[in-house]
């Protein structure tokens, strides 16, 4: 069983759409949880940061469900912009542990 | 931009030659992972250094070995370069150790092709 699952899609959505991503790990000791962006052969960039509260920065939330080992990324009202490769990342949050990846979910945002 | 470079951005190496990646890290952060990341794939963790002293390591054979420097800069060194060794190499640059959340700042990556 693979650490985190997520839907590689593609996910093609028109402007302005909303468009929901799933991702499942498998490491019930995981401590943080992050959603990363990445464009077309270049690095990983941090999007946010996930809480078990759940959290918000301006068109995107995260959810965290620790019971179901479940997260989950929503944009609103979809740029062009935001065409690019979702990560969906774990960490146990001990010195030492490793960033795991989930393959990424593929978004292409049209007009 | 995340202050964490890396050099050369691209290489083109034999199979069976040795290559050497660099990374300097944000300023201040003392911890540093290399992640291999092939094509349609997530990054996969190589190893991380903290103060000069490798403190956890994934699935990687011995031929991948590193170096952290005193300024927390550091190497990635391949050996015996095989044509699965193509792919985008990333250094991440993290503060603190232990436990909570601790956010990692990539560098642009890089490209290794093995002929």
């Known amino acids: 069983r693979k650490e985190v699952e997520q839907d590689p899609g593609p996910f093609n959505v028109p402007e302005g759409a909303t468009v929901a991503f799933n991702c499942t790990y498998s490491?019930?000791?995981?401590?943080?949880f992050f959603w990363y962006r990445q464009d077309c052969r270049k690095e990983p960039k941090l999007l946010m940061s996930?809480?078990?509260s759940g959290n918000e920065d301006g068109r995107f939330t995260a959810q965290l469900n620790r019971a179901s080992q479940y997260i989950s990324l929503l944009i609103r009202d979809s740029k062009l912009s935001d065409s690019a490769t979702y990560l969906c990342?774990?960490?146990?949050?001990?010195?030492?542990?490793?960033?795991?990846f989930g393959k990424g979910t593929t978004l292409s945002v049209s007009s | 931009e995340t202050g964490v470079t890396q050099s050369p951005t691209h290489l083109i190496k034999t199979r069976g030659q040795q290559v050497t990646l660099r990374c300097s890290s944000q300023?201040?952060?003392?911890?540093v992972s290399w992640y291999q990341q092939a094509l349609g794939q997530g990054p996969q963790f190589i190893f991380q250094?903290?103060?000069?002293?490798?403190?956890g390591r994934g699935n990687f054979p011995p031929r991948f070995s590193g170096l952290q420097f005193p300024n927390y800069s550091s190497e990635l060194n391949v050996n015996a370069l095989e044509l699965d060794d193509s792919a985008l190499y990333l250094c991440?640059?993290?503060?603190?150790?232990?436990?909570?959340?601790?956010?990692?700042?990539f560098g642009q990556g890089t490209r290794l092709t093995v002929v």
């Open positions: 250094y903290y103060r000069e002293e490798e403190n």
């Open positions: 991440a640059s993290s503060l603190g150790q232990g436990a909570g959340v601790i956010v990692a700042f």
């Open positions: 490491n019930s000791a995981s401590q943080s």
């Open positions: 300023s201040g952060h003392n911890t």
């Open positions: 996930v809480y078990s």
């Open positions: 990342v774990v960490n146990e949050g001990q010195a030492g542990t490793a960033l795991i």
